[in-house]
């Protein structure tokens, strides 16, 4: 990591550092609470993947959309969601923002333009190739984003939708994270090519490779991939090579992967990695990301108290918003 | 009044929405220039251009979920979907987005969407062009399912679906495209969920789909003839059903058939079956009835595809068995 500081403002390096912090907290808590049975449903974990929200979120302005994905709670807290309704959703409270209708792998609030994590792998793709075709339409200049996964970038609706933007040149940046598995199939078993990346080639828009660690890495490729957007100029394709340290739900022991793979990607953990830099460019002391640390471990403790003291949603309000 | 085609009922009610509300606009494999597969769009490109009619990509999960991303964000979509058999490559966004975002958001979203789609036999298509599947729609909480059969009824019926805040599965009859029937001039629109009774009676209901509605009206002259009174119900749109009509002739009747032409199994006329035994048993004096595509793909050949089709032969024949009258 060297020369970035003349890219990046220190308000926008500690907005990305709080937003990481604030991802690996949530996280952290939500696997134990679900560990211990509070938690209905399933967890898909983003632990290890903060990087990529947060640089990728970092480059965009609140009216911008994205889409996300089962394993979408980063992208959502760092477009702007707030922790306790987050929580309030997963503990399936009347209070989350899903008012208990979506759960965690649904989060959604169109109001800061997340227009869902989703269920269905790449179904957000197409998803957020409409809005993008909105924003055209409607001259808004506002651009959309589409995370999903190395699984996910097989699936046809990847390459009707990637397709579908290329043609109209519409304003929307395909973000990849790509954690070597979809599930527990490794990628050389699921694909022939090693850089999805390499695929934008084929629908005719860039394909740019990024360290999904680094998370001014990921905000130099998106924000730029979004300024082209916003001009007109279309889409762009960024993988972000990443890993997640749990399995694929929090309950899987993922021993499909081996043992030394997981000890190397923990050892270039984006978090730690990132307050390393922070504190060697002079941009937060040791002292003040301790002191962020514990503000957002009472801002989680304040969450998980909201949630629990919610009410739970009546059984008949599953009759409404039909 | 002026006669007009089923199919210029469609771009007439397109046209007239589109003037109206400039986010109105249509998506679909070669609906602009070309006018569409059966020419129901024929005239929008040369009024609205590329911009409001758009020729895509062949890709159903990208029109649809395009179509889907669109409406979330402040547009109107009339998504055109060319084979009712194609809607299988668009079923995630259809049925697992469309329908369900609005309710797992909590109500926040709004999905102002419009499939319009066309389905039906009789015209040797074969198996993948030939089916009716309004029954999958319909069966899924959160997607409204219409079936017009007139020109009158496309075009009313057409404007409320694009004026809907919620998805609409708009489905036309690739047979009914060319048949004429009087429309007005004045601007109109028919609420969902009232079903038509296209002709009055008291010996037998026979609630008819789409392009049955015609042949059970041609029925029930037929059994004019012989004395045999029947009530000819199109239900006009399946969700939302007007089981109110329907039970209300058969409390007068005592007898109900449903003909529609998709596979008799699982069909729309076992719902309604079901419905009417539920909420009007002790009315029937004889059991329920269904007229319905045999189970098997539609064959190619005409001969067969006659044979498995039901026609007006089939409503009176079962009609009158109904009645003890053969």
Redesign the interface.
């Given at each position: 990591m060297d020369k970035k500081e003349a890219v990046l403002s220190n308000e926008l390096l500690e907005k990305i550092h709080r937003d990481m912090v604030k991802i690996r907290k949530f996280e952290e808590r939500a696997v134990k609470l679900f560990m211990a049975g509070e938690l209905p449903g399933f967890l898909h974990s983003c632990l290890g993947e903060e990087a990529v929200a947060a640089g990728a979120c970092a480059a965009l302005k609140d009216d911008d959309y994205i889409t996300s994905t089962h394993r979408g709670h980063g992208h959502v807290i760092a477009k702007g969601l707030k922790l306790d309704r987050m929580m309030a959703e997963l503990f399936a409270k009347s209070t989350g923002y899903c008012k208990g209708k979506g759960g965690s792998m649904h989060i959604a609030d169109f109001s800061q333009g997340i227009l869902g994590a989703n269920g269905i792998v790449a179904g957000g793709i197409p998803i957020a190739t409409g809005a993008a075709l909105s924003c055209k339409m409607r001259h808004t200049g506002q651009v959309a984003i589409t995370f999903f996964g190395d699984g996910a970038s097989n699936q046809g609706a990847f390459f009707e939708a990637a397709n579908f933007a290329a043609v109209w040149d519409l304003p929307i940046v395909f973000v990849c994270e790509n954690n070597l598995y979809a599930v527990s199939t490794y990628q050389n078993k699921h694909q022939k090519i090693e850089n999805v990346a390499d695929r934008a080639a084929a629908f005719g828009f860039p394909g740019i490779i990024a360290d999904g660690n680094d998370p001014i890495r990921v905000y130099q490729a998106v924000s730029s991939a979004v300024e082209r957007a916003r001009r007109g100029n279309g889409p762009t394709l960024i993988e972000c090579k990443t890993y997640k340290w749990l399995g694929h739900y929090v309950g899987d022991p993922a021993d499909y992967r081996p043992e030394d793979e997981v000890k190397e990607w923990k050892g270039k953990e984006p978090l730690g990695r990132y307050e390393h830099y922070l504190r060697k460019a002079g941009v937060l002391t040791g002292e003040k990301i301790d002191k962020i640390h514990e503000e957002v471990e009472r801002e989680v403790d304040r969450a998980v108290e909201f949630a629990r003291q919610s009410p739970s949603p009546r059984p008949e309000d599953a009759l409404l918003d039909i | 009044m002026r006669e007009m085609s089923y199919k210029k009922a469609v771009s007439e009610a397109l046209r007239e929405e589109m003037l109206r509300d400039e986010n109105v606009?249509c998506l679909g494999l070669d609906i602009g220039r070309f006018g569409g597969t059966y020419k129901a769009t024929a005239g929008l490109w040369e009024e609205f251009g590329d911009?409001r009619v758009r020729d895509?990509?062949l890709?159903?999960?990208?029109i649809?979920?395009?179509?889907?991303?669109?409406?979330?964000?402040?547009?109107r979509?009339v998504a055109e979907i060319m084979y009712i058999d194609f809607a299988t490559?668009a079923m995630?966004?259809i049925v697992?987005?469309a329908a369900k975002?609005?309710?797992?958001?909590?109500?926040?979203?709004k999905i102002p969407v419009v499939f319009r789609t066309q389905e039906g036999a009789g015209r040797a298509s074969a198996a993948q062009h030939a089916q009716s599947l309004e029954a999958w729609f319909a069966h899924i909480?959160?997607l409204k399912v219409v079936l017009p059969s007139t020109p009158y009824d496309v075009k009313g019926l057409l404007k409320t679906a694009v004026r809907d805040d919620s998805p609409v599965v708009f489905i036309e009859h690739k047979l009914l495209y060319n048949t004429k029937g009087e429309v007005p001039e004045e601007e109109y629109l028919i609420p969902f969920g009232r079903a038509k009774i296209c002709r009055e009676g008291n010996d037998i209901t026979i609630v008819a789909l789409s392009r049955m509605a015609h042949r059970a009206v041609e029925a029930a002259e037929k059994l004019a003839e012989e004395g045999i009174s029947a009530e000819i119900i199109d239900p006009r749109t399946v969700v939302p059903l007007d089981m109110e009509t329907i039970i209300n002739s058969v409390k007068k009747t005592g007898h109900l058939i449903v003909a529609h032409e998709a596979y008799t199994r699982c069909g729309i006329g076992a719902e309604i079956c079901a419905q009417v035994m539920e909420n009007a048993f002790y009315f029937l004096e004889k059991p329920v009835r269904r007229v319905g595509g045999l189970n098997v793909p539609v064959p190619f050949a005409p001969i067969m595809e006659d044979y498995v089709i039901p026609n007006t032969l089939n409503i009176i024949e079962a009609a009158k068995e109904l009645l003890d009258l053969r």
């Open positions: - | 606009f911009e895509t990509p890709s159903e999960a990208a649809a979920g395009a179509s889907v991303g669109a409406a979330m964000t402040g547009m979509p490559i995630d966004q697992n987005q975002l609005k309710y797992m958001s909590g109500g926040q979203a909480p959160g």
